[in-house]
Protein backbone atom coordinates (compact mmCIF):
# COMPACT_ATOMS: atom_id res chain seq x y z
CA UNK A 1 0.00 0.00 0.00
CA UNK A 2 1.20 3.13 -1.23
CA UNK A 3 1.55 6.30 1.25
CA UNK A 4 0.76 9.73 0.79
CA UNK A 5 0.96 13.32 2.70
CA UNK A 6 -1.18 15.82 1.50
CA UNK A 7 -0.61 19.11 3.17
CA UNK A 8 -4.25 21.91 2.62
CA UNK A 9 -6.32 18.40 2.78
CA UNK A 10 -8.79 20.58 4.26
CA UNK A 11 -9.00 22.85 1.23
CA UNK A 12 -10.60 22.35 -2.14
CA UNK A 13 -8.00 20.59 -3.62
CA UNK A 14 -6.95 18.87 -0.70
CA UNK A 15 -10.54 17.38 -0.39
CA UNK A 16 -10.96 16.04 -4.42
CA UNK A 17 -7.39 14.32 -4.30
CA UNK A 18 -8.28 12.58 -0.93
CA UNK A 19 -11.11 11.01 -2.50
CA UNK A 20 -9.36 10.13 -5.38
CA UNK A 21 -6.02 8.88 -3.26
CA UNK A 22 -8.51 6.53 -1.30
CA UNK A 23 -9.87 5.25 -4.50
CA UNK A 24 -6.37 4.39 -5.57
CA UNK A 25 -5.53 2.16 -2.78
CA UNK A 26 -3.42 4.69 -0.60
CA UNK A 27 -3.04 4.94 2.68
CA UNK A 28 -3.94 8.76 3.20
CA UNK A 29 -2.49 11.04 5.51
CA UNK A 30 -2.94 15.12 5.76
CA UNK A 31 -1.68 17.84 8.11
CA UNK A 32 -4.37 20.27 9.33
CA UNK A 33 -3.73 23.39 11.40
CA UNK A 34 -4.81 23.74 15.13
CA UNK A 35 -7.70 26.48 15.81
CA UNK A 36 -9.82 27.42 18.44
CA UNK A 37 -12.32 25.16 16.81
CA UNK A 38 -12.20 21.79 15.08
CA UNK A 39 -12.30 22.62 11.28
CA UNK A 40 -12.40 19.69 8.91
CA UNK A 41 -13.23 22.53 5.92
CA UNK A 42 -13.72 20.09 2.99
CA UNK A 43 -13.21 16.33 4.58
CA UNK A 44 -16.00 16.34 6.96
CA UNK A 45 -16.78 13.51 5.21
CA UNK A 46 -13.56 11.91 5.06
CA UNK A 47 -12.13 12.10 8.27
CA UNK A 48 -12.38 8.98 9.59
CA UNK A 49 -10.29 7.70 6.48
CA UNK A 50 -7.87 9.89 6.50
CA UNK A 51 -5.06 10.20 8.89
CA UNK A 52 -5.13 13.79 10.27
CA UNK A 53 -1.72 15.14 12.11
CA UNK A 54 -1.84 18.80 13.59
CA UNK A 55 0.96 20.80 12.06
CA UNK A 56 1.95 23.87 9.95
CA UNK A 57 4.04 25.32 7.20
CA UNK A 58 5.44 28.02 9.34
CA UNK A 59 6.47 25.31 11.38
CA UNK A 60 9.69 22.97 10.29
CA UNK A 61 9.12 20.77 13.70
CA UNK A 62 5.96 20.22 12.93
CA UNK A 63 6.20 18.80 9.21
CA UNK A 64 9.32 17.16 9.77
CA UNK A 65 7.23 15.28 12.75
CA UNK A 66 4.00 15.02 9.85
CA UNK A 67 7.34 13.03 7.63
CA UNK A 68 8.33 10.95 10.45
CA UNK A 69 4.82 9.31 11.45
CA UNK A 70 3.31 9.17 7.40
CA UNK A 71 7.08 8.21 5.95
CA UNK A 72 5.31 9.19 2.89
CA UNK A 73 5.96 7.61 -0.83
CA UNK A 74 4.10 10.86 -1.82
CA UNK A 75 4.22 14.51 -0.52
CA UNK A 76 1.58 16.80 -2.30
CA UNK A 77 1.92 20.76 -1.25
CA UNK A 78 -1.40 21.98 -1.14
CA UNK A 79 -1.41 24.20 1.95
CA UNK A 80 -1.11 27.85 1.28
CA UNK A 81 -3.25 31.14 1.64
CA UNK A 82 -4.76 30.50 -1.73
CA UNK A 83 -6.62 34.40 -2.07
CA UNK A 84 -4.94 36.51 -4.05
CA UNK A 85 -6.99 39.40 -2.92
CA UNK A 86 -5.84 38.98 0.90
CA UNK A 87 -1.85 38.86 -0.21
CA UNK A 88 -2.06 42.90 -0.08
CA UNK A 89 -3.82 42.67 3.19
CA UNK A 90 -1.70 39.85 4.82
CA UNK A 91 1.86 39.81 2.71
CA UNK A 92 4.30 38.65 5.33
CA UNK A 93 1.97 35.57 6.08
CA UNK A 94 1.09 34.50 2.19
CA UNK A 95 5.16 34.73 1.71
CA UNK A 96 5.71 32.26 5.27
CA UNK A 97 3.08 30.06 4.20
CA UNK A 98 3.84 30.39 0.62
CA UNK A 99 7.26 30.92 -0.26
CA UNK A 100 8.94 29.79 3.16
CA UNK A 101 6.48 27.21 3.75
CA UNK A 102 7.95 24.95 0.91
CA UNK A 103 11.08 25.56 1.69
CA UNK A 104 10.19 24.12 5.55
CA UNK A 105 8.45 20.60 4.17
CA UNK A 106 11.06 20.39 1.42
CA UNK A 107 13.74 20.43 3.85
CA UNK A 108 12.17 18.35 6.25
CA UNK A 109 11.46 15.45 3.26
CA UNK A 110 15.45 16.00 2.67
CA UNK A 111 16.06 15.37 6.06
CA UNK A 112 13.83 12.29 7.18
CA UNK A 113 12.39 11.11 3.42
CA UNK A 114 14.41 11.75 0.47
CA UNK A 115 13.26 9.24 -1.40
CA UNK A 116 9.60 10.64 -1.37
CA UNK A 117 8.15 11.85 -4.35
CA UNK A 118 7.05 15.86 -4.06
CA UNK A 119 4.36 17.82 -5.94
CA UNK A 120 4.22 21.72 -5.54
CA UNK A 121 0.83 23.39 -6.08
CA UNK A 122 2.63 26.06 -8.58
CA UNK A 123 -0.14 28.64 -10.29
CA UNK A 124 -0.66 30.81 -13.13
CA UNK A 125 -0.47 33.56 -11.15
CA UNK A 126 3.22 33.37 -11.87
CA UNK A 127 2.10 34.37 -15.09
CA UNK A 128 0.63 37.44 -13.77
CA UNK A 129 1.20 40.37 -16.34
CA UNK A 130 1.65 37.90 -19.46
CA UNK A 131 4.40 37.53 -21.54
CA UNK A 132 3.02 35.27 -23.70
CA UNK A 133 -0.30 33.53 -25.27
CA UNK A 134 -0.99 31.15 -24.51
CA UNK A 135 1.21 30.75 -21.71
CA UNK A 136 3.13 27.14 -21.50
CA UNK A 137 6.32 25.84 -19.48
CA UNK A 138 8.48 27.89 -21.08
CA UNK A 139 6.50 31.72 -20.55
CA UNK A 140 8.69 34.13 -18.72
CA UNK A 141 6.67 34.70 -15.49
CA UNK A 142 5.53 37.99 -14.24
CA UNK A 143 4.07 37.86 -11.07
CA UNK A 144 1.16 40.72 -10.23
CA UNK A 145 0.69 39.96 -6.30
CA UNK A 146 2.43 39.10 -3.30
CA UNK A 147 0.87 35.49 -3.97
CA UNK A 148 1.97 35.23 -7.12
CA UNK A 149 5.42 36.52 -6.14
CA UNK A 150 5.25 33.89 -2.79
CA UNK A 151 4.53 31.18 -5.51
CA UNK A 152 7.45 31.83 -7.59
CA UNK A 153 9.69 31.31 -4.70
CA UNK A 154 8.09 27.93 -3.92
CA UNK A 155 8.34 26.93 -7.86
CA UNK A 156 11.69 27.96 -8.06
CA UNK A 157 13.12 26.12 -4.64
CA UNK A 158 11.10 22.64 -6.06
CA UNK A 159 13.11 22.92 -8.99
CA UNK A 160 16.64 23.57 -7.31
CA UNK A 161 15.96 21.04 -4.74
CA UNK A 162 15.58 18.47 -7.83
CA UNK A 163 18.42 19.69 -9.15
CA UNK A 164 20.51 19.93 -6.12
CA UNK A 165 19.27 17.18 -4.22
CA UNK A 166 18.30 14.88 -7.16
CA UNK A 167 15.14 14.41 -5.04
CA UNK A 168 11.97 13.63 -7.31
CA UNK A 169 10.38 17.28 -7.44
CA UNK A 170 7.55 18.31 -9.59
CA UNK A 171 5.73 21.71 -10.10
CA UNK A 172 1.75 21.63 -11.32
CA UNK A 173 1.64 25.09 -13.16
CA UNK A 174 -2.36 25.36 -12.13
CA UNK A 175 -4.75 27.47 -14.16
CA UNK A 176 -7.86 28.55 -12.55
CA UNK A 177 -9.91 25.64 -10.80
CA UNK A 178 -13.10 25.76 -9.41
CA UNK A 179 -16.01 23.29 -8.08
CA UNK A 180 -18.92 23.03 -5.58
CA UNK A 181 -16.48 23.15 -3.10
CA UNK A 182 -14.53 26.31 -4.03
CA UNK A 183 -14.25 28.65 -1.09
CA UNK A 184 -17.48 31.61 -0.99
CA UNK A 185 -14.39 34.38 -1.49
CA UNK A 186 -13.29 33.73 -5.15
CA UNK A 187 -15.04 34.77 -7.79
CA UNK A 188 -16.92 31.78 -9.45
CA UNK A 189 -18.30 30.72 -6.20
CA UNK A 190 -19.50 34.27 -5.19
CA UNK A 191 -20.90 34.52 -8.25
CA UNK A 192 -23.00 31.11 -8.22
CA UNK A 193 -24.26 30.97 -4.50
CA UNK A 194 -25.60 34.65 -5.23
CA UNK A 195 -27.24 33.60 -8.53
CA UNK A 196 -29.09 30.84 -6.39
CA UNK A 197 -29.43 33.34 -3.40
CA UNK A 198 -30.96 35.67 -6.37
CA UNK A 199 -33.41 33.09 -7.97
CA UNK A 200 -34.54 31.95 -4.16
CA UNK A 201 -35.51 35.66 -3.15
CA UNK A 202 -33.01 35.70 -0.22
CA UNK A 203 -30.61 38.43 -1.99
CA UNK A 204 -31.17 41.29 -3.55
CA UNK A 205 -28.00 41.39 -5.95
CA UNK A 206 -24.52 40.60 -6.28
CA UNK A 207 -21.61 43.63 -5.95
CA UNK A 208 -18.07 42.50 -8.00
CA UNK A 209 -14.98 43.98 -9.22
CA UNK A 210 -13.70 43.70 -12.54
CA UNK A 211 -15.54 41.21 -14.74
CA UNK A 212 -13.41 42.15 -17.92
CA UNK A 213 -11.02 39.78 -16.47
CA UNK A 214 -10.44 36.59 -18.18
CA UNK A 215 -9.47 33.57 -16.96
CA UNK A 216 -8.85 29.51 -17.89
CA UNK A 217 -11.32 27.32 -15.75
CA UNK A 218 -11.32 24.38 -15.12
CA UNK A 219 -13.11 21.64 -12.47
CA UNK A 220 -10.91 20.57 -9.34
CA UNK A 221 -11.30 17.05 -10.21
CA UNK A 222 -9.85 17.36 -13.30
CA UNK A 223 -6.81 19.03 -12.08
CA UNK A 224 -5.71 16.54 -9.39
CA UNK A 225 -5.77 13.83 -11.36
CA UNK A 226 -2.86 15.46 -13.61
CA UNK A 227 -1.41 15.85 -9.65
CA UNK A 228 -1.41 12.66 -9.33
CA UNK A 229 -0.17 11.24 -12.63
CA UNK A 230 3.15 14.10 -12.36
CA UNK A 231 4.10 12.28 -9.83
CA UNK A 232 4.09 8.75 -11.37
CA UNK A 233 6.48 9.59 -14.39
CA UNK A 234 10.03 8.06 -14.66
CA UNK A 235 11.57 11.58 -14.84
CA UNK A 236 10.29 14.36 -12.45
CA UNK A 237 9.43 17.32 -14.31
CA UNK A 238 6.72 20.65 -14.45
CA UNK A 239 3.84 20.68 -16.39
CA UNK A 240 1.28 22.88 -17.44
CA UNK A 241 -2.67 22.12 -16.31
CA UNK A 242 -5.24 24.09 -17.79
CA UNK A 243 -8.61 24.15 -20.02
CA UNK A 244 -6.99 25.51 -23.17
CA UNK A 245 -10.09 28.25 -22.68
CA UNK A 246 -10.53 32.03 -21.74
CA UNK A 247 -13.77 33.11 -20.21
CA UNK A 248 -14.33 36.22 -19.53
CA UNK A 249 -15.48 36.98 -15.41
CA UNK A 250 -18.89 38.67 -17.20
CA UNK A 251 -19.44 35.40 -19.13
CA UNK A 252 -19.46 32.78 -15.96
CA UNK A 253 -21.86 35.24 -14.52
CA UNK A 254 -24.26 35.14 -18.20
CA UNK A 255 -24.57 31.51 -17.76
CA UNK A 256 -24.58 30.90 -13.95
CA UNK A 257 -28.03 32.87 -14.28
CA UNK A 258 -29.00 31.31 -17.43
CA UNK A 259 -28.97 28.14 -15.33
CA UNK A 260 -31.71 29.40 -13.35
CA UNK A 261 -33.56 30.91 -16.33
CA UNK A 262 -32.64 34.56 -16.15
CA UNK A 263 -31.20 36.41 -19.13
CA UNK A 264 -28.47 39.50 -17.87
CA UNK A 265 -28.33 42.39 -20.26
CA UNK A 266 -25.83 45.18 -19.34
CA UNK A 267 -25.67 48.77 -19.30
CA UNK A 268 -23.29 51.59 -18.36
CA UNK A 269 -19.58 51.78 -18.14
CA UNK A 270 -16.89 50.97 -15.23
CA UNK A 271 -17.75 51.26 -11.99
CA UNK A 272 -21.31 52.41 -13.40
CA UNK A 273 -21.85 49.25 -15.50
CA UNK A 274 -25.19 47.13 -13.92
CA UNK A 275 -26.56 43.71 -15.03
CA UNK A 276 -29.84 43.59 -15.50
CA UNK A 277 -32.95 40.58 -15.22
CA UNK A 278 -34.23 40.92 -18.90
CA UNK A 279 -37.34 39.77 -17.78
CA UNK A 280 -38.01 42.44 -14.95
CA UNK A 281 -35.61 45.05 -15.66
CA UNK A 282 -34.50 44.71 -11.66
CA UNK A 283 -30.36 45.57 -11.31
CA UNK A 284 -28.65 42.22 -9.98
CA UNK A 285 -25.17 42.77 -10.46
CA UNK A 286 -23.52 46.31 -9.67
CA UNK A 287 -19.61 47.12 -9.79
CA UNK A 288 -17.94 48.10 -6.67
CA UNK A 289 -14.79 49.62 -7.02
CA UNK A 290 -13.47 47.86 -3.34
CA UNK A 291 -13.22 44.53 -5.35
CA UNK A 292 -10.50 46.26 -7.98
CA UNK A 293 -7.16 44.61 -6.76
CA UNK A 294 -4.06 47.00 -6.94
CA UNK A 295 -1.94 45.41 -9.57
CA UNK A 296 -4.74 42.81 -12.08
CA UNK A 297 -4.28 39.57 -13.95
CA UNK A 298 -6.12 40.51 -17.22
CA UNK A 299 -5.81 37.42 -18.96
CA UNK A 300 -4.99 33.92 -18.33
CA UNK A 301 -5.00 31.33 -21.17
CA UNK A 302 -2.99 28.13 -20.85
CA UNK A 303 -1.52 25.74 -23.23
CA UNK A 304 -1.75 22.11 -21.60
CA UNK A 305 -0.01 20.22 -24.64
CA UNK A 306 2.55 19.13 -22.50
CA UNK A 307 0.62 17.49 -20.12
CA UNK A 308 -1.87 15.61 -22.89
CA UNK A 309 0.99 14.60 -24.46
CA UNK A 310 3.46 12.97 -21.47
CA UNK A 311 0.82 12.22 -18.71
CA UNK A 312 -1.97 11.41 -21.57
CA UNK A 313 -3.80 14.33 -19.28
CA UNK A 314 -7.32 15.66 -21.03
CA UNK A 315 -10.02 17.87 -19.29
CA UNK A 316 -13.19 16.09 -18.71
CA UNK A 317 -15.40 18.79 -17.13
CA UNK A 318 -16.40 21.55 -20.03
CA UNK A 319 -16.63 25.23 -18.72
CA UNK A 320 -20.64 25.17 -19.21
CA UNK A 321 -20.63 21.78 -16.80
CA UNK A 322 -18.61 23.21 -14.34
CA UNK A 323 -21.00 26.58 -14.01
CA UNK A 324 -23.73 24.10 -14.02
CA UNK A 325 -22.40 21.81 -11.20
CA UNK A 326 -21.62 24.88 -8.97
CA UNK A 327 -25.00 26.60 -9.61
CA UNK A 328 -26.94 23.32 -8.89
CA UNK A 329 -24.90 22.78 -6.11
CA UNK A 330 -25.77 26.12 -4.41
CA UNK A 331 -28.98 26.28 -5.19
CA UNK A 332 -29.48 23.09 -2.84
CA UNK A 333 -27.45 24.11 -0.49
CA UNK A 334 -29.45 27.82 -0.41
CA UNK A 335 -32.76 25.58 -0.36
CA UNK A 336 -31.54 23.54 3.00
CA UNK A 337 -30.93 26.61 4.27
CA UNK A 338 -34.08 28.08 3.80
CA UNK A 339 -35.96 24.80 4.69
CA UNK A 340 -34.05 25.07 7.80
CA UNK A 341 -34.68 28.28 9.10
CA UNK A 342 -38.01 27.78 8.07
CA UNK A 343 -38.00 25.00 10.59
CA UNK A 344 -36.62 26.76 13.40
CA UNK A 345 -39.23 29.61 12.83
CA UNK A 346 -42.12 27.34 12.57
CA UNK A 347 -40.72 25.32 15.77
CA UNK A 348 -40.37 28.61 17.54
CA UNK A 349 -44.08 29.34 16.52
CA UNK A 350 -45.62 26.12 17.79
CA UNK A 351 -43.66 26.57 21.18
P1 LIG B 1 -7.79 26.28 -0.59
O1 LIG B 1 -9.16 25.69 -0.75
O2 LIG B 1 -7.66 27.69 -0.15
O3 LIG B 1 -6.99 25.35 0.45
C1 LIG B 1 -5.81 25.77 1.06
C2 LIG B 1 -5.43 24.80 2.15
O4 LIG B 1 -4.20 25.24 2.76
C3 LIG B 1 -6.45 24.66 3.28
O5 LIG B 1 -6.53 23.31 3.67
C4 LIG B 1 -5.83 25.48 4.39
O6 LIG B 1 -6.20 25.06 5.69
C5 LIG B 1 -4.35 25.16 4.17
N1 LIG B 1 -3.45 26.09 4.83
C6 LIG B 1 -3.41 27.44 4.73
N2 LIG B 1 -2.43 27.96 5.48
C7 LIG B 1 -1.82 26.91 6.10
C8 LIG B 1 -0.74 26.80 7.00
N3 LIG B 1 -0.08 27.87 7.48
N4 LIG B 1 -0.37 25.56 7.42
C9 LIG B 1 -1.05 24.47 6.99
N5 LIG B 1 -2.08 24.52 6.13
C10 LIG B 1 -2.46 25.72 5.69
O7 LIG B 1 -6.95 26.16 -1.94
P2 LIG B 1 -7.17 25.19 -3.22
O8 LIG B 1 -8.02 25.90 -4.21
O9 LIG B 1 -7.54 23.85 -2.76
O10 LIG B 1 -5.69 25.19 -3.82
C11 LIG B 1 -4.73 24.24 -3.41
C12 LIG B 1 -3.35 24.74 -3.76
O11 LIG B 1 -3.24 24.96 -5.16
C13 LIG B 1 -2.96 26.06 -3.11
O12 LIG B 1 -1.58 26.00 -2.83
C14 LIG B 1 -3.23 27.09 -4.18
O13 LIG B 1 -2.42 28.23 -3.99
C15 LIG B 1 -2.84 26.31 -5.41
N6 LIG B 1 -3.52 26.67 -6.67
C16 LIG B 1 -4.89 26.74 -6.70
C17 LIG B 1 -5.51 27.02 -7.90
C18 LIG B 1 -7.00 27.09 -8.00
O14 LIG B 1 -7.50 27.66 -8.98
N7 LIG B 1 -7.76 26.50 -7.07
C19 LIG B 1 -4.74 27.23 -9.07
C20 LIG B 1 -3.35 27.14 -8.97
C21 LIG B 1 -2.74 26.84 -7.76
P3 LIG B 1 -7.45 25.68 6.48
O15 LIG B 1 -8.62 24.80 6.12
O16 LIG B 1 -7.01 25.54 7.90
O17 LIG B 1 -7.61 27.09 6.05
N1 LIG C 1 -12.51 37.13 -5.76
C1 LIG C 1 -13.10 38.06 -6.52
N2 LIG C 1 -14.16 38.77 -6.02
N3 LIG C 1 -12.63 38.27 -7.77
C2 LIG C 1 -13.26 39.18 -8.53
C3 LIG C 1 -14.35 39.91 -8.08
C4 LIG C 1 -14.82 39.71 -6.76
O1 LIG C 1 -15.76 40.33 -6.27
N4 LIG C 1 -14.75 40.72 -9.08
C5 LIG C 1 -13.96 40.50 -10.11
N5 LIG C 1 -13.04 39.57 -9.79
C6 LIG C 1 -11.94 39.12 -10.66
C7 LIG C 1 -10.57 39.23 -10.00
O2 LIG C 1 -10.12 40.58 -10.04
C8 LIG C 1 -9.78 38.27 -10.89
O3 LIG C 1 -9.36 38.92 -12.04
C9 LIG C 1 -10.81 37.20 -11.26
O4 LIG C 1 -12.08 37.73 -10.93
C10 LIG C 1 -10.61 35.86 -10.55
O5 LIG C 1 -10.49 36.10 -9.17
P1 LIG C 1 -10.45 34.88 -8.10
O6 LIG C 1 -11.63 34.00 -8.31
O7 LIG C 1 -10.27 35.48 -6.76
O8 LIG C 1 -9.20 34.02 -8.56
P2 LIG C 1 -7.70 34.43 -8.98
O9 LIG C 1 -7.60 34.21 -10.45
O10 LIG C 1 -7.32 35.73 -8.45
O11 LIG C 1 -6.85 33.32 -8.20
C11 LIG C 1 -7.23 31.94 -8.24
O12 LIG C 1 -6.57 31.29 -9.30
C12 LIG C 1 -5.14 31.25 -9.22
C13 LIG C 1 -4.64 30.54 -10.47
O13 LIG C 1 -4.62 31.43 -11.54
C14 LIG C 1 -6.83 31.33 -6.88
O14 LIG C 1 -7.36 30.02 -6.80
C15 LIG C 1 -5.32 31.23 -6.72
O15 LIG C 1 -5.01 30.49 -5.54
C16 LIG C 1 -4.76 30.50 -7.95
O16 LIG C 1 -3.37 30.39 -7.85
Known amino acids: ?182 GLEFVTRKITDAVARIKLGVQDHLELGNIDAKRDWGHSKDYVRAMWLMLQQDIPDDYVIASGETHKVREFIELAFQHVGIDVVWSGEGVGEVGKDKATGKVIVKINSKFYRPAEVELLLGDPTKAKKNLNWELEITFSELVKRMVESDLEKVRSEINGREYFNEAAATK
Open 1 to 182: MKKALITGITGQDGSYLAELLLEKGYEVYGIMRRKSKVDYGNIEHLKDKVKLIYADMTDIVSLINAINISQPDEVYNLAAQSFVGASWEQPVATADIDANGVLNILEAIKNVKPDARFYQASTSEMFGLVQEVPQKETTPFYPRSPYGVAKLYGHWITKNYRESYNMYTCSGILFNHESERR
